[in-house]
């Protein structure tokens, strides 16, 4: 027994020490007594097998899954309406107070991550679940476990669901891609990108290394002595809660963030109780300023009606709930000086202006690049090279040079005038006929060859990991690739030759272009760049023809007849494939193995004869998941909006497709609604 008491008192210390450091970020005692205390109990585990439990601290890094199990949420999570300014912020409020009287109001950051449902038994950490479709999740608690916010051993032993956000601080996120960067590994496109990665690897031990950590928001208790039951309600990226009082229980979602807080969980400490809508606008407006202070991206303000009697009162619509909302923040828009105009190729030999900037933090980030579009819009904007500029990132994302801050100055500097000469060959630039956008039709341009290249292997096209922008400029620079063909003859001794690649990276970039060999033959006539067909088309034709031999003995009457493609790229696609150079390529694609896949034929019918647009950031699944979904169930896919639109699939940040289809009177879906559909 004496054994088994010294286990728990390490357990219980070492538990402790995880909840000073990871929660409070108050460290209690010294790495080395740290380290020392977990020896001792891993090896007292090691000798005593059967004193194992789920709480121990050395359970937190687990094994490799063959994959992540499905599991059904008890209580469905359902989505958050958005607002995005104060006067509809303000309307939302007066609407309650309307029917309801005044309302205490909590306002909670909202944290760009990922949403889990944590279920702990008599104060244990049993099962982890990420949101899925709100009703159905994955099971990752093991890669959960790593992460040392989340708690394996409450302070209390209840039965209880809590709700947070997985997320990857700012700091550990460009850390992680410094390192890729070197390994010659894929970079992440931003924090909760990484996040999300993370959090789904097969073998826990890597999600163990990113630095994870996570932010609870709801309880959801059932204790069998009657003493609190909580039925809970998912919205977005906030989980809500309904209670059923009995006198001793909480009366207020905040009151149920603190008991949160009391069990041992971290709670955003950012957290604040409004009177009205008046102190939750401040608040809203305080944090529009100081967010990118925080060592995590926070996209808005979650609002929500304090008193769960009322919450439970005000229900919900079919998906999301009445009592609360999230205010998102604006686009920032800010001013800086442009220092210089670079000119970049790209795949097709278009060559497009870039700003080069006096660096300015723009949402959290520091941008000294933006985009000019093309030299039109150079022209229509007067920018010149010393100019002050107004930049904002595009859908939050890609920063743009929106207007110049017009002064005396402005016009006695020079007007600037587009590139003849390609910035990387020299050749001559030449418009294409109808097209505003310059030209370097030189096809052994080395910007234009390794252009090609990155987006033969981009997610759009091979969807070919590891293979990044630095590594293809290296093995075009040493001579080992010229064109995307030669990547299917490298080995693995290639990219050790490579600068900072290891044999690890090495293997894991042979692999991946092997893999790539089979991969869908939609994805192989996207990747060969034909002249106005994308992945939409791409898809299109793969359907139609099924193989790659079908395709190039295809008419241009046979092409022209598909609904979407049309004469004009009917040429374009029947003269690619009788090109000498096309011809002799996928021959030697062909010698080399790579033979696309069929498309997969549909399982359903029921999305016959629909066409469907994808806008925004989807939460369940990307959007060409999505789109290959609905391909399966026999529907179509278009990039544009149109009157023959049968849906439009809006997820957050949805840009001018969504007014386009709002102007047109096409029928809006949410990305619930979606789910909805395909569930059916």
Same mark, same amino acid.
């Given at each position: ?22 929660? =409070? ?12 205390? &977990? ?20 359970? *937190? ?37 309307? %029917?309801?009287?005044?309302? /205490? ?15 702990? %038994? ?8 990420? *949101? ?45 891609? /410094? ?12 924090? *909760? ?21 996570? &932010? ?115 686009? /920032? ?77 402005? &016009? ?22 109808? %097209? ?144 000498? =150079? ?99």
């Amino acid at each position: 027994m004496e054994i088994l008491e010294r286990i728990n008192f390490l357990k219980d210390e070492i538990n402790k020490a995880n909840y000073k450091y990871y929660v =409070e970020d108050n460290p209690s005692i010294s790495d080395f007594e740290y380290d020392k205390m &977990f020896a001792e109990l891993k090896d007292l585990e090691a000798k005593n097998p059967l004193f194992i439990a789920p709480d121990s601290p050395t359970q *937190r890094v687990g094994s490799i899954s063959e994959k992540f199990l499905s599991y059904k949420h008890k209580h469905r999570l359902y989505s958050l309406d958005n607002t995005y300014n104060y006067e509809d912020l303000e309307k939302w409020y007066d609407k309650i107070v309307e %029917e309801y009287g005044e309302q /205490e109001l909590v306002c909670e950051l909202k944290i760009d991550g990922l949403a889990i449902a944590l279920t702990y %038994e008599n104060g244990i950490f049993v099962r982890g679940v990420t *949101r899925g479709d709100g009703i159905t999740g994955e099971d990752i608690t093991n890669n959960l476990k790593t992460i040392k916010a989340i708690p394996l051993k409450l302070f209390k032993p209840v039965n209880i669901e809590v709700r947070g956000e997985i997320y990857m601080p700012k700091t550990s996120f460009e850390k992680l891609n /410094e390192e890729n960067l070197k390994n010659g590994e894929k970079l992440f496109a931003n924090p *909760r990108n990484a996040a999300s990665g993370s959090l789904r690897q097969l073998d826990s031990s890597i999600t163990a290394k990113r630095d994870l950590s996570m &932010f609870c928001y709801t309880a959801i208790l059932e204790v069998e002595s009657g003493k609190l039951k909580v039925e809970s309600n998912k919205l977005n990226n906030f989980q809500l809660s309904t209670f059923n009082f009995q006198p001793d229980t909480p009366k207020s979602h905040f009151d149920s963030i603190m008991y949160l807080k009391e069990l041992g969980f971290k709670i955003n400490p950012n957290i604040r109780l409004c009177k009205n809508a008046k102190d939750a606008v401040e608040y809203c407006k305080e944090w529009d300023e100081k967010r990118f202070e925080l060592n995590y991206a926070t996209d808005g303000v979650v609002i929500k009606v304090n008193n769960t009697a009322v919450q439970e009162e005000m229900g919900f619509t079919s998906r999301a709930p009445k009592w609360a909302t999230a205010f998102k923040f604006p686009p /920032e828009e800010v001013t800086t000086t442009l220092l210089d105009i670079e000119t970049g190729v790209g795949k097709t030999g278009v060559v497009t202006p870039v700003a080069i900037l006096e660096p300015v933090q723009l949402g959290g980030s520091t941008v000294a690049r933006a985009s000019l579009h093309n030299f039109d819009e150079i022209k229509r904007l007067d920018v010149r090279i010393g100019d002050k500029v107004f930049i904002k990132k595009a859908a939050e994302i890609i920063p743009k040079v929106v207007k110049i801050v017009e002064d005396e100055e402005h &016009f006695n500097r020079p007007e600037y005038s587009a590139p003849q000469k390609c910035p990387s060959c020299g050749a001559d630039l030449k418009p294409h006929a109808g %097209e505003v956008n310059l030209y370097c039709d030189n096809p052994d341009c080395p910007e234009k060859v390794c252009a090609r290249i990155e987006y033969w292997v981009s997610k759009e096209a091979m969807d070919i990991d590891n293979v990044g922008p630095s590594v293809i400029e290296q093995l075009y620079s040493k001579g080992f690739i010229k064109n995307a063909v030669d990547l299917y003859k490298l080995t693995m001794q290639d990219f050790m030759q490579l600068d900072l690649v290891k044999e690890k990276s090495a293997f894991n970039m042979y692999n991946a272009i092997q893999e790539s060999k089979t991969k869908p033959l939609s994805r192989l006539l996207t990747a060969l760049s034909i002249r106005n067909v994308g992945k939409e088309t791409a898809g299109l034709l793969a359907n139609e023809f099924g193989t790659l031999e079908n395709l190039k003995n295809a008419s241009i009457e046979d092409l022209a007849k598909i609904e979407g493609v049309g004469g004009i790229i009917a040429d374009e696609i029947y003269n690619f494939f009788r090109i000498p =150079e096309t011809v002799s390529m996928l021959e030697e694609l062909e010698n080399l193995g790579v033979k696309p896949a069929p498309p997969v034929q549909n399982s359903t019918d029921e999305l016959k004869g629909l066409t469907f647009v994808l806008t925004g950031t989807l939460q369940n699944m990307t959007r060409d998941e999505a789109s290959e979904k609905i391909k399966q169930m026999g529907g179509k896919t278009s990039s544009s909006v149109s009157k023959n639109t049968s849906y439009v699939i809006a997820g957050e940040n949805a840009g001018s497709k969504l007014d386009k289809a709002q102007k047109l009177g096409v029928i809006i879906l949410t990305e619930d609604d979606f789910m909805n559909m395909i569930r059916r």
